[in-house]
């Protein structure tokens, strides 16, 4: 398992959606591993239950399967949010978004798939790359 990839909820919830030219891509990254948080993971049960209407079963399912590909990063911690904050405030992140990228650097992660930030972008030794650019 790569232990230097980390993925947003995007990437995840894309590797549900059949009908989307970026599940592929998604399904793709996610057969390889990585680490997901648990920022993640409540993300993905808030989009799969109110965007997707999905039922309780088929999510713990998919959550099952999320947790046999990815390794779930350290807990978020007072100093996983004390992190975050300062990331928020350096960046102009919101602060959801900084909690992921906080679980990101404390897992060591160099990569960060992420369709909803910055492209390129790094943050201390993360780099942030849209695997979605040229879908």
């Not at 230097?4 to 009908?19: I, P, Q, R």
């Not at 978004?97 to 960060?112: F, M």
């Not at 993360?126 to 979605?132: D, K, S, V, Y």
Request: include cysteine; proline fraction near 3%.
């Amino acid at each position: 398992m790569p232990a230097n990839v980390f993925f947003d909820t995007s990437v995840v919830v894309y590797a549900l959606k059949k009908d989307d030219p970026r599940a592929a891509t998604a399904e793709h990254l996610l057969s390889s591993g990585g680490f997901i948080s648990v920022q993640v993971l409540n993300e993905f049960v808030n989009v799969t239950r109110l965007k997707l209407k999905m039922d309780w079963h088929s999510i713990g399912e998919a959550l099952q399967g999320l947790r046999d590909l990815c390794s779930p990063a350290a807990a978020l911690t007072l100093e996983t949010h004390e992190a975050a904050f300062k990331i928020a405030q350096r960046y102009g992140f919101h602060i959801y978004d900084s909690l992921i990228l906080a679980s990101a650097i404390e897992a060591g992660c160099a990569i960060l798939y992420s369709e909803d930030l910055q492209h390129g972008q790094k943050i201390g030794s993360l780099t942030i790359q849209n695997p979605f650019l040229h879908v």
